[in-house]
């Protein structure tokens, strides 16, 4: 298989599961606190079909061709929730938000504990040249195969997700968490601007052009995590 396609279907495989697990734990803990509407949604599920239905777009058309033609894969999906469940109950809003962060992160540390494995194993080393594909690679090989890349893929890619979502902006995770750090009057403004949709856009573009300038800071803090006392250009 070519190269670039294999690197695009890893990609895209790895963004429709992260995804599915981000809205599921959203569903999960609105379910558990409270609220069954992404339930009765079917969105409590691990299963990337009921997401896909509700955002087929951002969870399907956008990921496929930024997999195939980018090299990484970009999409969105949503969880749906009950705004008077959420202004009555601020905090388990808040759970929920952090929730799907939560899952990110959580499959970015068993990426990176399988990675750290494999090192000490010496089934992985380090690359010669490191990126989002490429934070190990093979040791027989001497280069990215399926594992490598695949691991490498989730971890990066996950860690992304999950700080990307924690930016204290609407319509993002991290503006319903921020919340409820503030004076109730304030965080209960901050709620009604998440249902705006003008104003969401609005953060939504402001998050887009803050996220990349932390990317390499990020990039820069998994590699030293994962190749301790290695440097790369």
Known sequence: MDP???SGFIWFVAFLFSTTVHEAMHALVAWKGGDPTAYHGGQVS???IPHIKREPLGMLVVPLLTAFTQGWAMGWASAPYDPVWAERHPKRAALM???GPAGNFIIAGIAFVLIKLGLMAGIFVAPASANFSR???SAAAGDADFSATILSV???L???LGTFNLLPLPPLDGGSVFS???PEEMGRRLRDLQRNGSF???GLLVAWRVFPYLTDPLFTTVLKLVHPGSSYQ
């Open 4 to 6: 670039a396609i294999a």
């Open 46 to 48: 691990l299963s990337p």
């Open 97 to 99: 938000a952090a929730a």
């Open 135 to 137: 934070v190990v690679v």
């Open 154 to 156: 989730f971890l990066m």
């Open 158 to 160: 996950n860690v992304i």
């Open 180 to 182: 409820i750090f503030l």
């Open 200 to 202: 969401s856009f609005i």
